[in-house]
């Protein structure tokens, strides 16, 4: 969560002038769809959100000396 708040911070907050909350929260709504569908997730083994719930759906995951390990 740290990381993706970080994340944020620096790609949205930081990186623009908003002139209103409104678009605070439009470019934040197109933020999440990206992180979660289409930005490829480095502890992922990159592939992103969307792929990891498709191909595994609710099952619980953790990593471990850099490998992505699924427990359905």
């Known amino acids: 969560m740290e990381r993706f708040n ?3 911070r620096q790609e949205v907050l930081n990186s623009y002038l908003f002139e209103s909350l409104s678009q605070v929260r439009v470019l934040t709504e197109q933020g999440v769809e990206h992180y979660n569908k289409k930005r490829l997730h ?4 990159k592939i992103t959100l969307k792929y990891l719930l ?14 992505l390990i699924c427990k359905t």
């Open 54 to 67: 498709r191909k595994y759906g609710k099952a619980s995951f953790s990593i471990s000396n850099n490998e």
């Open 42 to 45: 480095e502890a992922l083994q």
């Open 6 to 8: 970080r994340s944020y």
